[in-house]
Each structure stands twice: as structure tokens, then as C-alpha cells.
């Protein structure tokens, strides 16, 4: 599969128990349901077991029989064919669509490009150089998948002075 067929589900973690059982780190839990497939390189295998939470989820794949077995995968990635992923909600998109769009206040001025969305506590931040911008409607204002383009309120983000645009790390004024 390319690259953009796939997503990003989770890192196989630590093992869990005897079973072949293990941690998932980073999970993405709409992405790992039981019964469902995920790709380790080129090796689909199916969920068997899926226990814990969405947060720490546990999970045995088919094929995987004993921890010896969870250890050998430990740090690969699980992903997931685009096709078997659910329907997202309006206003919520996949990491992997916003990695690369351009980031542009409402005014157009460009501030880079995404290179990484990360989960906080309170929201989900686009990494944009050494700008992060939390994933709320008062900052978001549109987002063009098409055009590879996000417009961001830098007022918002405390960017905007004056009517121009403050570099994204400018000192404070006081």
C-alpha cells in the first residue's frame, strides 16, 4: 500500500502477559477495533484480542502466540488500510491529511507547514517550526485539503500586531 492509503494506528509497546499479548503506544482506538486488520511491514494480521482502554489499549494479533513473540514486534508500527477506517466527523481530519499543508493567518501570511499534529491534554496542536496551534475553531478557521492550505486566526495566536504579522517566535512585547 502507498503511503496515503495507509494510517497510523499505534506502536506495538511492551508485551502483556504470556499470551503474545501487547501495549499499544500512541494508539489511535477508532482505528483498532477487535476483529479488525492492521499491516506490520508487509504482513497483514488480524485483532484477536482487545482489552484495556482506549487510551492504553492491549492486544493480541493472529499469529502472535506467546510474549516472545509480542517482543520480536515491540516499536513497529500498526497501520491501518484508509478504506477500513471510519467516517470522520465533520471538522475532523487524519494527522496524515494535515502533515505538509500550508499554514496562513486570515490575513495570507504564511507561517510555514504542518509537520506534525500532536495530543495534549486539553486539544490536539498542529506542530508548524516551532508554532503549535491547538485545533479549536477560535484558531482553525478553515481547513483546504485540496489546496493543502490552513488559515489559522493570529490574533488568536497572538501573532498579530498592528495589522502584521509577528514572527511565531518574536519575545513578548510588555
Known amino acids: ?3 496515503a492509503d495507509v ?3 499505534g506502536r506495538i509497546g ?21 476483529g479488525g486488520r492492521v499491516q506490520i511491514d508487509a504482513t497483514a494480521r488480524e485483532i484477536v484480542r482487545r482489552s484495556g ?22 516499536g513497529s ?5 484508509r478504506a477500513a477506517a471510519p467516517e470522520l466527523d465533520e471538522g475532523e481530519y487524519w494527522a496524515e491529511d494535515l502533515k505538509g499543508c ?5 490575513e495570507d501570511h504564511e507561517l510555514g507547514v504542518v509537520q506534525d499534529m500532536r495530543a495534549l491534554p486539553s486539544c490536539e496542536v498542529l506542530e508548524v517550526g516551532d508554532l503549535l496551534v491547538p485545533m479549536v475553531g477560535d484558531a ?15 490574533a488568536f495566536l497572538g501573532l498579530e500586531t498592528a ?6 517566535d518574536a519575545p513578548a512585547q510588555g
Do not use: C, Q, W, Y
Open 1 to 3: 500500500m502507498a503511503p
Open 7 to 9: 494510517l497510523n494506528a
Open 14 to 34: 511492551r508485551p502483556h502477559g504470556l499470551d503474545g499479548s501487547f501495549h499499544v503506544t500512541r494508539p489511535r482506538p477508532a482505528l483498532l477495533p477487535l
Open 53 to 74: 482502554t482506549d487510551e492504553r489499549p492491549i492486544l493480541r494479533l493472529h499469529g502472535v502466540e506467546d510474549r516472545e513473540g509480542a517482543e520480536a514486534l515491540r
Open 77 to 81: 508500527d500498526l497501520m491501518v488500510d
Open 102 to 106: 500550508r499554514v496562513v493567518t486570515a
Open 140 to 154: 482553525v478557521l478553515a481547513v483546504d485539503l485540496a489546496a493543502r492550505r490552513i488559515v489559522v486566526d493570529g
Open 163 to 168: 495589522g502584521k504579522p509577528a514572527a511565531p
